[in-house]
Protein backbone atom coordinates (compact mmCIF):
# COMPACT_ATOMS: atom_id res chain seq x y z
CA UNK A 1 0.00 0.00 0.00
CA UNK A 2 3.06 2.25 0.67
CA UNK A 3 4.65 1.82 -2.72
CA UNK A 4 1.26 2.35 -4.18
CA UNK A 5 0.61 5.76 -2.42
CA UNK A 6 4.41 6.62 -3.86
CA UNK A 7 2.89 6.25 -7.05
CA UNK A 8 0.40 8.04 -6.95
CA UNK A 9 1.79 11.33 -5.56
CA UNK A 10 4.48 11.14 -7.75
CA UNK A 11 2.31 9.69 -11.07
CA UNK A 12 3.74 12.99 -13.22
CA UNK A 13 7.31 11.82 -12.39
CA UNK A 14 6.75 8.22 -12.71
CA UNK A 15 5.31 8.91 -16.13
CA UNK A 16 8.58 11.15 -16.96
CA UNK A 17 11.67 8.64 -15.71
CA UNK A 18 9.50 5.73 -17.00
CA UNK A 19 9.44 7.51 -20.41
CA UNK A 20 13.42 8.24 -20.29
CA UNK A 21 14.07 5.23 -19.51
CA UNK A 22 12.72 3.21 -22.21
CA UNK A 23 14.29 5.90 -24.81
CA UNK A 24 17.34 5.34 -23.21
CA UNK A 25 16.89 1.29 -23.71
CA UNK A 26 15.00 1.60 -27.48
CA UNK A 27 17.47 4.23 -28.74
CA UNK A 28 20.48 1.98 -28.06
CA UNK A 29 19.20 -1.22 -28.91
CA UNK A 30 18.25 0.45 -31.87
CA UNK A 31 21.53 1.33 -32.55
CA UNK A 32 22.77 -1.76 -31.26
CA UNK A 33 20.77 -3.53 -33.74
CA UNK A 34 21.68 -1.65 -36.82
CA UNK A 35 26.13 -1.95 -36.13
CA UNK A 36 25.57 -5.30 -34.66
CA UNK A 37 23.92 -7.50 -37.67
CA UNK A 38 26.40 -6.41 -40.23
CA UNK A 39 29.29 -7.26 -37.77
CA UNK A 40 28.04 -10.87 -37.24
CA UNK A 41 27.48 -11.14 -40.94
CA UNK A 42 31.08 -10.10 -41.27
CA UNK A 43 32.13 -12.30 -38.19
CA UNK A 44 30.00 -15.56 -40.15
CA UNK A 45 31.23 -14.93 -43.64
CA UNK A 46 35.03 -13.24 -43.23
CA UNK A 47 36.16 -14.72 -39.23
CA UNK A 48 39.53 -12.90 -39.72
CA UNK A 49 38.17 -9.28 -40.46
CA UNK A 50 35.49 -10.29 -37.51
CA UNK A 51 37.75 -11.67 -34.86
CA UNK A 52 38.85 -8.29 -33.57
CA UNK A 53 35.46 -6.26 -33.44
CA UNK A 54 33.89 -8.97 -31.67
CA UNK A 55 36.93 -9.63 -29.03
CA UNK A 56 36.72 -6.20 -28.41
CA UNK A 57 33.08 -6.75 -27.70
CA UNK A 58 34.05 -9.82 -25.09
CA UNK A 59 36.18 -7.66 -23.74
CA UNK A 60 33.29 -4.74 -23.11
CA UNK A 61 31.44 -6.84 -21.12
CA UNK A 62 33.74 -7.80 -18.86
CA UNK A 63 33.76 -4.05 -17.65
CA UNK A 64 31.73 -3.16 -15.01
CA UNK A 65 28.90 -0.84 -15.94
CA UNK A 66 29.95 1.58 -13.25
CA UNK A 67 33.11 1.81 -14.17
CA UNK A 68 32.67 2.07 -17.96
CA UNK A 69 30.55 5.29 -16.78
CA UNK A 70 33.58 6.65 -14.98
CA UNK A 71 36.05 5.70 -18.22
CA UNK A 72 33.81 7.44 -20.62
CA UNK A 73 32.69 10.78 -18.53
CA UNK A 74 35.58 12.36 -19.38
CA UNK A 75 35.84 12.00 -22.99
CA UNK A 76 35.36 14.70 -25.08
CA UNK A 77 32.57 14.31 -27.32
CA UNK A 78 30.58 10.89 -26.37
CA UNK A 79 31.88 11.86 -23.00
CA UNK A 80 29.83 14.27 -20.15
CA UNK A 81 27.02 13.67 -17.98
CA UNK A 82 23.30 12.38 -19.23
CA UNK A 83 21.98 10.51 -22.09
CA UNK A 84 25.09 11.38 -24.55
CA UNK A 85 27.44 8.98 -22.70
CA UNK A 86 24.84 6.51 -21.05
CA UNK A 87 23.02 5.11 -24.65
CA UNK A 88 26.60 5.05 -25.85
CA UNK A 89 27.94 2.44 -22.64
CA UNK A 90 24.40 0.76 -23.23
CA UNK A 91 24.94 0.33 -27.07
CA UNK A 92 28.42 -1.13 -26.20
CA UNK A 93 26.66 -3.83 -23.73
CA UNK A 94 23.95 -4.77 -25.90
CA UNK A 95 26.53 -5.63 -29.11
CA UNK A 96 28.21 -8.72 -28.08
CA UNK A 97 25.03 -10.64 -27.74
CA UNK A 98 23.26 -9.70 -31.36
CA UNK A 99 26.73 -10.05 -33.21
CA UNK A 100 27.05 -13.34 -31.37
CA UNK A 101 23.71 -14.97 -32.55
CA UNK A 102 23.49 -13.30 -35.82
CA UNK A 103 26.87 -15.17 -36.37
CA UNK A 104 25.36 -18.22 -34.85
CA UNK A 105 22.02 -17.87 -36.94
CA UNK A 106 24.38 -17.40 -40.27
CA UNK A 107 26.26 -20.51 -39.66
CA UNK A 108 24.24 -22.74 -38.67
CA UNK A 109 22.12 -22.83 -41.81
CA UNK A 110 22.55 -25.52 -43.86
CA UNK A 111 25.74 -25.52 -46.33
CA UNK A 112 23.18 -27.31 -49.01
CA UNK A 113 21.05 -24.26 -49.01
CA UNK A 114 23.69 -22.07 -49.85
CA UNK A 115 24.96 -24.47 -52.42
CA UNK A 116 21.84 -24.75 -53.68
CA UNK A 117 21.65 -20.48 -53.90
CA UNK A 118 24.78 -20.68 -55.76
CA UNK A 119 24.06 -23.25 -58.12
CA UNK A 120 20.62 -21.35 -58.96
CA UNK A 121 22.98 -18.61 -59.91
CA UNK A 122 22.17 -16.71 -56.78
CA UNK A 123 25.02 -13.45 -55.87
CA UNK A 124 26.58 -13.59 -52.40
CA UNK A 125 24.49 -10.69 -51.78
CA UNK A 126 21.44 -12.78 -52.80
CA UNK A 127 21.97 -15.39 -51.04
CA UNK A 128 22.50 -13.92 -47.69
CA UNK A 129 19.67 -11.35 -47.84
CA UNK A 130 17.06 -14.50 -49.62
CA UNK A 131 18.59 -17.49 -47.54
CA UNK A 132 20.71 -16.96 -45.07
CA UNK A 133 19.26 -13.61 -42.70
CA UNK A 134 15.76 -15.23 -43.22
CA UNK A 135 16.75 -18.17 -41.91
CA UNK A 136 19.07 -16.89 -38.90
CA UNK A 137 16.09 -14.73 -38.07
CA UNK A 138 14.99 -16.20 -34.81
CA UNK A 139 18.67 -16.42 -33.47
CA UNK A 140 19.03 -13.26 -34.13
CA UNK A 141 15.90 -11.60 -32.32
CA UNK A 142 17.00 -14.03 -29.81
CA UNK A 143 20.27 -11.89 -29.40
CA UNK A 144 17.82 -8.62 -29.68
CA UNK A 145 15.80 -10.02 -26.84
CA UNK A 146 18.46 -10.45 -24.34
CA UNK A 147 20.76 -7.13 -25.73
CA UNK A 148 17.22 -5.24 -24.68
CA UNK A 149 16.61 -7.02 -21.41
CA UNK A 150 20.62 -6.23 -19.97
CA UNK A 151 19.47 -2.55 -21.57
CA UNK A 152 17.12 -2.58 -19.12
CA UNK A 153 18.99 -3.35 -16.52
CA UNK A 154 22.00 -1.28 -17.01
CA UNK A 155 19.73 1.63 -17.22
CA UNK A 156 19.12 2.05 -13.93
CA UNK A 157 22.41 2.50 -12.86
CA UNK A 158 22.50 5.63 -15.62
CA UNK A 159 21.13 8.01 -13.03
CA UNK A 160 24.29 8.07 -11.27
CA UNK A 161 25.46 9.91 -14.63
CA UNK A 162 22.48 12.27 -15.05
CA UNK A 163 20.56 10.34 -17.79
CA UNK A 164 17.43 10.19 -15.66
CA UNK A 165 15.88 6.74 -15.92
CA UNK A 166 14.13 4.92 -13.44
CA UNK A 167 17.66 4.35 -11.75
CA UNK A 168 17.21 8.03 -10.46
CA UNK A 169 14.15 6.15 -7.79
CA UNK A 170 16.60 3.51 -6.79
CA UNK A 171 19.21 6.10 -5.95
CA UNK A 172 17.39 8.15 -4.16
CA UNK A 173 16.18 5.21 -1.83
CA UNK A 174 19.53 4.66 -1.11
CA UNK A 175 20.48 7.56 -0.05
CA UNK A 176 17.68 7.70 2.03
CA UNK A 177 17.77 4.22 3.04
CA UNK A 178 14.03 3.60 2.13
CA UNK A 179 12.72 0.41 0.49
CA UNK A 180 9.61 1.82 -0.86
CA UNK A 181 11.97 4.75 -2.96
CA UNK A 182 13.88 1.67 -3.80
CA UNK A 183 10.78 -0.65 -4.99
CA UNK A 184 8.92 2.62 -6.93
CA UNK A 185 12.24 2.26 -9.10
CA UNK A 186 12.89 -1.44 -8.85
CA UNK A 187 9.48 -2.83 -9.80
CA UNK A 188 8.86 -0.47 -12.78
CA UNK A 189 12.45 -1.57 -14.34
CA UNK A 190 11.67 -5.45 -13.51
CA UNK A 191 7.98 -5.23 -15.29
CA UNK A 192 9.75 -3.52 -17.96
CA UNK A 193 12.13 -5.67 -18.58
CA UNK A 194 9.53 -9.27 -18.24
CA UNK A 195 8.13 -7.09 -20.91
CA UNK A 196 9.96 -6.95 -22.98
CA UNK A 197 11.73 -10.21 -22.74
CA UNK A 198 8.02 -11.19 -23.44
CA UNK A 199 7.31 -9.67 -26.91
CA UNK A 200 10.24 -10.89 -27.99
CA UNK A 201 9.97 -14.53 -26.93
CA UNK A 202 6.45 -14.23 -29.02
CA UNK A 203 8.21 -12.61 -31.51
CA UNK A 204 11.25 -15.44 -31.59
CA UNK A 205 8.78 -18.22 -31.56
CA UNK A 206 6.69 -17.09 -34.34
CA UNK A 207 9.81 -16.82 -36.28
CA UNK A 208 10.38 -20.50 -36.32
CA UNK A 209 6.79 -21.07 -36.99
CA UNK A 210 6.57 -19.08 -39.68
CA UNK A 211 8.85 -17.19 -41.01
CA UNK A 212 7.48 -15.92 -44.07
CA UNK A 213 4.35 -14.48 -42.34
CA UNK A 214 5.92 -13.18 -39.41
CA UNK A 215 8.41 -11.18 -41.41
CA UNK A 216 5.91 -8.08 -41.53
CA UNK A 217 5.16 -8.52 -37.90
CA UNK A 218 8.73 -7.90 -36.88
CA UNK A 219 9.12 -4.86 -39.53
CA UNK A 220 6.11 -3.55 -38.27
CA UNK A 221 7.75 -3.58 -34.79
CA UNK A 222 10.80 -2.28 -35.33
CA UNK A 223 9.54 0.46 -37.26
CA UNK A 224 7.02 1.49 -34.52
CA UNK A 225 10.14 1.40 -32.37
CA UNK A 226 12.27 3.25 -34.29
CA UNK A 227 9.48 6.08 -34.25
CA UNK A 228 8.76 5.79 -30.51
CA UNK A 229 12.61 6.47 -30.10
CA UNK A 230 12.99 9.06 -32.61
CA UNK A 231 10.37 10.97 -30.80
CA UNK A 232 11.96 10.23 -27.35
CA UNK A 233 15.58 11.62 -28.26
CA UNK A 234 13.63 14.74 -30.63
CA UNK A 235 11.99 15.53 -27.18
CA UNK A 236 14.97 15.11 -25.61
CA UNK A 237 17.20 17.30 -27.63
CA UNK A 238 14.43 20.27 -27.33
CA UNK A 239 14.27 19.81 -23.69
CA UNK A 240 17.81 19.95 -23.79
CA UNK A 241 18.20 23.03 -25.97
CA UNK A 242 15.80 25.22 -23.74
CA UNK A 243 18.70 27.10 -21.78
CA UNK A 244 17.62 25.75 -18.42
CA UNK A 245 19.45 26.28 -15.66
CA UNK A 246 20.97 22.65 -14.61
CA UNK A 247 21.32 22.46 -10.55
CA UNK A 248 23.61 19.38 -9.70
CA UNK A 249 24.03 17.37 -6.68
CA UNK A 250 25.99 14.44 -4.81
CA UNK A 251 24.08 11.52 -4.23
CA UNK A 252 22.81 11.58 -0.26
CA UNK A 253 20.46 13.32 1.02
CA UNK A 254 22.08 16.46 2.18
CA UNK A 255 22.91 17.22 -1.06
CA UNK A 256 19.63 16.12 -2.47
CA UNK A 257 17.68 18.93 -0.19
CA UNK A 258 20.43 21.63 -1.34
CA UNK A 259 19.78 21.07 -4.86
CA UNK A 260 16.40 21.20 -4.37
CA UNK A 261 16.79 24.27 -2.33
CA UNK A 262 18.79 25.84 -5.29
CA UNK A 263 15.84 24.74 -8.05
CA UNK A 264 13.21 25.96 -5.96
CA UNK A 265 14.76 29.24 -5.21
CA UNK A 266 15.63 29.90 -9.14
CA UNK A 267 12.26 28.98 -9.85
CA UNK A 268 10.48 30.98 -7.08
CA UNK A 269 12.82 34.56 -7.90
CA UNK A 270 13.32 34.48 -11.48
CA UNK A 271 11.59 33.33 -14.74
CA UNK A 272 14.55 31.19 -15.44
CA UNK A 273 13.60 27.44 -16.31
CA UNK A 274 15.54 24.79 -13.79
CA UNK A 275 16.65 21.25 -15.36
CA UNK A 276 17.48 18.97 -12.01
CA UNK A 277 20.09 16.27 -12.44
CA UNK A 278 20.63 15.80 -8.22
CA UNK A 279 21.95 12.55 -7.10
CA UNK A 280 24.96 12.24 -9.08
CA UNK A 281 28.06 10.44 -7.83
CA UNK A 282 30.34 11.77 -5.54
CA UNK A 283 32.58 14.83 -5.55
CA UNK A 284 34.76 14.33 -8.61
CA UNK A 285 31.80 13.69 -10.57
CA UNK A 286 29.96 17.04 -9.80
CA UNK A 287 33.12 19.04 -9.85
CA UNK A 288 33.75 17.58 -13.75
CA UNK A 289 30.63 17.72 -14.52
CA UNK A 290 30.52 21.76 -13.12
CA UNK A 291 33.88 21.86 -15.41
CA UNK A 292 32.52 20.47 -18.57
CA UNK A 293 29.38 22.79 -18.29
CA UNK A 294 26.83 19.64 -18.27
CA UNK A 295 25.34 21.63 -14.91
CA UNK A 296 25.84 24.96 -13.90
CA UNK A 297 25.96 24.94 -9.92
CA UNK A 298 25.56 22.29 -6.97
CA UNK A 299 26.38 22.84 -3.25
CA UNK A 300 30.54 22.07 -2.02
CA UNK A 301 32.10 22.00 1.25
CA UNK A 302 35.16 24.15 2.00
CA UNK A 303 37.34 21.79 3.23
CA UNK A 304 36.08 18.97 0.41
CA UNK A 305 37.38 21.18 -2.54
CA UNK A 306 40.29 22.40 -0.51
CA UNK A 307 41.63 18.82 0.57
CA UNK A 308 39.84 16.66 -2.06
CA UNK A 309 39.25 18.74 -5.43
CA UNK A 310 42.34 20.91 -5.46
CA UNK A 311 44.64 17.97 -3.11
CA UNK A 312 45.75 21.13 -0.84
CA UNK A 313 47.19 19.67 2.59
CA UNK A 314 44.65 20.24 5.81
CA UNK A 315 43.94 23.56 7.04
CA UNK A 316 42.23 24.01 9.91
CA UNK A 317 41.94 28.35 9.11
CA UNK A 318 38.33 28.00 7.79
CA UNK A 319 38.78 31.75 6.55
CA UNK A 320 42.22 30.42 4.63
CA UNK A 321 40.65 27.75 3.64
CA UNK A 322 37.73 29.70 2.49
CA UNK A 323 39.93 32.36 0.49
CA UNK A 324 41.86 29.80 -1.27
CA UNK A 325 39.24 27.77 -2.33
CA UNK A 326 37.18 30.57 -3.88
CA UNK A 327 40.68 31.78 -5.58
CA UNK A 328 41.04 28.10 -7.35
CA UNK A 329 38.10 27.93 -8.28
CA UNK A 330 37.80 31.59 -9.79
CA UNK A 331 40.84 30.52 -11.85
CA UNK A 332 38.80 27.80 -13.73
CA UNK A 333 35.87 29.88 -14.52
CA UNK A 334 34.15 29.39 -11.41
CA UNK A 335 32.55 31.65 -8.78
CA UNK A 336 32.19 30.23 -4.80
CA UNK A 337 29.07 32.07 -3.50
CA UNK A 338 29.09 33.17 0.30
CA UNK A 339 28.57 29.54 2.52
CA UNK A 340 24.98 28.96 3.29
CA UNK A 341 25.63 29.24 7.06
CA UNK A 342 26.23 25.80 8.35
CA UNK A 343 29.13 23.58 8.36
CA UNK A 344 29.06 19.41 7.59
CA UNK A 345 32.29 18.04 8.77
CA UNK A 346 33.25 14.21 9.34
CA UNK A 347 31.22 13.08 11.87
CA UNK A 348 33.14 9.83 13.49
CA UNK A 349 30.35 7.80 15.06
CA UNK A 350 29.69 5.04 17.07
CA UNK A 351 26.62 3.57 19.18
CA UNK A 352 25.15 5.38 21.88
CA UNK A 353 25.55 2.46 24.22
CA UNK A 354 29.46 2.04 23.15
CA UNK A 355 30.03 5.51 23.79
CA UNK A 356 28.22 5.04 27.00
CA UNK A 357 29.69 1.66 28.13
CA UNK A 358 32.98 2.76 27.37
CA UNK A 359 32.93 6.49 28.32
CA UNK A 360 33.71 7.55 24.94
CA UNK A 361 33.55 11.20 24.15
CA UNK A 362 36.40 11.92 21.79
CA UNK A 363 38.33 10.58 18.99
CA UNK A 364 41.30 9.83 21.23
CA UNK A 365 39.17 8.10 23.92
CA UNK A 366 38.45 5.64 20.57
CA UNK A 367 42.22 5.35 19.93
CA UNK A 368 42.92 4.31 23.44
CA UNK A 369 40.72 0.86 22.58
CA UNK A 370 43.38 -0.44 19.97
CA UNK A 371 41.90 -3.51 17.44
CA UNK A 372 38.17 -3.74 18.60
CA UNK A 373 36.60 -1.59 15.95
CA UNK A 374 35.32 -2.77 12.66
CA UNK A 375 34.82 0.28 10.86
CA UNK A 376 32.84 0.53 7.55
CA UNK A 377 33.77 4.05 5.64
CA UNK A 378 32.20 5.98 2.00
CA UNK A 379 34.65 5.34 -0.87
CA UNK A 380 35.45 8.56 -0.74
CA UNK A 381 36.57 9.09 2.75
CA UNK A 382 38.73 5.79 2.33
CA UNK A 383 40.35 7.21 -0.27
CA UNK A 384 40.98 11.42 -0.01
CA UNK A 385 43.11 13.39 1.58
CA UNK A 386 41.39 14.27 4.35
CA UNK A 387 40.12 10.72 5.02
CA UNK A 388 40.64 7.75 6.67
CA UNK A 389 44.78 7.64 6.25
CA UNK A 390 45.29 11.07 7.84
CA UNK A 391 42.83 9.92 10.22
CA UNK A 392 44.46 6.96 11.34
CA UNK A 393 47.99 8.71 11.65
CA UNK A 394 46.48 11.59 13.55
CA UNK A 395 45.38 9.91 16.14
CA UNK A 396 47.45 6.29 15.69
CA UNK A 397 44.12 4.33 15.23
CA UNK A 398 44.34 0.56 14.67
CA UNK A 399 41.34 -1.37 13.77
CA UNK A 400 40.36 -5.00 14.37
CA UNK A 401 40.76 -5.51 10.12
CA UNK A 402 40.65 -2.92 7.39
CA UNK A 403 38.14 -0.94 6.95
CA UNK A 404 35.02 -1.99 4.88
CA UNK A 405 33.76 0.17 1.64
CA UNK A 406 30.33 -0.01 1.18
CA UNK A 407 28.03 3.30 0.50
CA UNK A 408 27.98 6.14 2.48
CA UNK A 409 23.77 5.98 2.76
CA UNK A 410 24.53 2.23 3.97
CA UNK A 411 26.85 3.04 6.69
CA UNK A 412 24.27 4.32 9.75
CA UNK A 413 22.43 1.42 9.34
CA UNK A 414 25.38 -0.97 9.25
CA UNK A 415 26.32 0.96 12.69
CA UNK A 416 22.73 0.22 14.12
CA UNK A 417 22.94 -3.49 13.17
CA UNK A 418 26.22 -4.27 14.44
CA UNK A 419 27.70 -4.75 11.42
CA UNK A 420 30.52 -2.72 12.11
CA UNK A 421 31.52 -0.19 15.30
CA UNK A 422 32.21 2.72 13.14
CA UNK A 423 31.56 4.79 10.44
CA UNK A 424 32.45 8.65 9.38
CA UNK A 425 29.20 9.86 8.47
CA UNK A 426 27.94 13.61 8.16
CA UNK A 427 27.59 16.23 11.30
CA UNK A 428 24.49 17.21 9.93
CA UNK A 429 22.55 13.52 9.46
CA UNK A 430 19.63 12.96 10.90
CA UNK A 431 20.24 9.32 11.05
CA UNK A 432 22.39 10.06 14.15
CA UNK A 433 19.04 10.92 16.22
CA UNK A 434 17.09 8.46 14.23
CA UNK A 435 19.81 5.68 15.37
CA UNK A 436 20.67 6.89 18.33
CA UNK A 437 24.36 7.20 17.66
CA UNK A 438 26.93 9.35 19.09
CA UNK A 439 29.56 11.61 17.50
CA UNK A 440 33.10 11.49 18.58
CA UNK A 441 34.76 15.13 19.30
CA UNK A 442 37.34 15.62 16.96
CA UNK A 443 39.76 17.10 20.03
CA UNK A 444 42.87 17.03 17.77
CA UNK A 445 41.53 19.22 15.22
CA UNK A 446 42.18 17.21 12.29
CA UNK A 447 39.23 17.70 9.85
CA UNK A 448 39.60 21.14 7.98
CA UNK A 449 36.41 23.53 8.19
CA UNK A 450 33.87 22.25 5.54
CA UNK A 451 31.22 25.41 5.04
CA UNK A 452 28.44 24.72 2.58
CA UNK A 453 28.61 27.19 -0.18
CA UNK A 454 26.72 27.19 -3.71
CA UNK A 455 29.73 26.70 -6.61
CA UNK A 456 28.55 28.22 -9.56
CA UNK A 457 29.82 28.69 -13.32
CA UNK A 458 30.74 32.37 -14.25
CA UNK A 459 29.42 32.57 -17.55
CA UNK A 460 26.31 31.19 -16.25
CA UNK A 461 25.78 33.90 -13.96
CA UNK A 462 27.04 36.69 -16.75
CA UNK A 463 24.40 35.03 -18.93
CA UNK A 464 21.91 35.36 -16.01
CA UNK A 465 22.71 38.20 -13.40
CA UNK A 466 19.29 37.96 -11.59
CA UNK A 467 20.66 34.43 -10.08
CA UNK A 468 23.20 36.32 -7.85
CA UNK A 469 20.89 38.26 -6.07
CA UNK A 470 18.07 35.08 -6.31
CA UNK A 471 20.89 32.36 -4.69
CA UNK A 472 21.90 35.09 -2.21
CA UNK A 473 18.99 34.93 -0.56
CA UNK A 474 20.04 31.84 0.67
CA UNK A 475 23.55 32.96 1.83
CA UNK A 476 24.02 32.95 6.04
CA UNK A 477 20.09 31.63 6.24
CA UNK A 478 20.50 27.79 6.73
CA UNK A 479 21.95 27.09 10.39
CA UNK A 480 23.25 23.35 10.89
CA UNK A 481 19.95 22.78 12.84
CA UNK A 482 18.28 23.56 10.08
CA UNK A 483 19.99 20.71 8.22
CA UNK A 484 19.77 18.36 10.69
CA UNK A 485 16.08 19.13 10.97
CA UNK A 486 15.75 18.75 7.06
CA UNK A 487 17.78 15.66 7.00
CA UNK A 488 16.24 13.78 9.67
CA UNK A 489 12.39 14.56 7.88
CA UNK A 490 13.43 13.00 4.37
CA UNK A 491 15.83 10.13 6.11
CA UNK A 492 13.64 9.50 9.29
CA UNK A 493 10.52 10.47 8.34
CA UNK A 494 10.39 9.27 4.67
CA UNK A 495 9.35 12.47 3.54
CA UNK A 496 9.79 13.82 0.16
CA UNK A 497 13.00 16.30 -0.45
CA UNK A 498 11.53 18.53 -2.59
CA UNK A 499 8.10 18.81 0.08
CA UNK A 500 10.93 19.50 3.02
CA UNK A 501 13.14 22.21 0.90
CA UNK A 502 9.80 23.95 -0.03
CA UNK A 503 8.59 23.96 3.49
CA UNK A 504 12.08 25.67 4.77
CA UNK A 505 12.03 28.05 2.22
CA UNK A 506 8.46 29.29 3.23
CA UNK A 507 9.90 29.50 6.37
CA UNK A 508 12.79 32.50 5.45
CA UNK A 509 10.53 33.99 2.61
Known amino acids: MTLLQFWRSHAAELG ?15 TAIAAGIPIGVLAARRP ?10 NVVQTIP ?34 VRTTTAGLRSVDPVLVEAGTAMGMTEWQILREVQLPLALPSIVAGIRVAAVIGVGTATI ?48 RLRRRRRAS ?59 VERRLNLGGTFICDRALRSGDIDMYVEYSGTAHSAIFR ?63 AGF ?34 YRALAERQVDLIAGDATSGLIQAYGLTMLDDDRRYFPPYDAAIVVRSTTLLAHPVLRSALAHLSGR ?32
Not at 231 to 245: I, L, W
Not at 391 to 398: E, F, M, N
Request: glycine fraction near 10%.
Open 215 to 273: RPLLAGTLLVTVLLAGAAVAAYAFRGATGAVRVGSKNFTEQIILGELLAQTIESRTSLP
Open 48 to 57: RAGAPIVWLA
Open 478 to 509: ITVGDMRRMNHAVDAEHRDAADVAREFLGMID
Open 65 to 98: SLAMFGFLLPLPLVGGLGARVAVLVLILYALLPI
Open 312 to 374: EAPDADGGRVLAKVRQRYADAGLTLLDPLGFENTFAMLVRGEDAQRLALRTLSDLAAHPGRWR
Open 378 to 411: GYEFLARADGYPGLARAYGLRLAAPPTAMDLSLT
Open 158 to 205: AAAVGAGGLGEYIFRGLSMVDPTVILAGAVPAAVLALAVDGILTLVER
Open 16 to 30: SLFAQHVMLVGVSTL
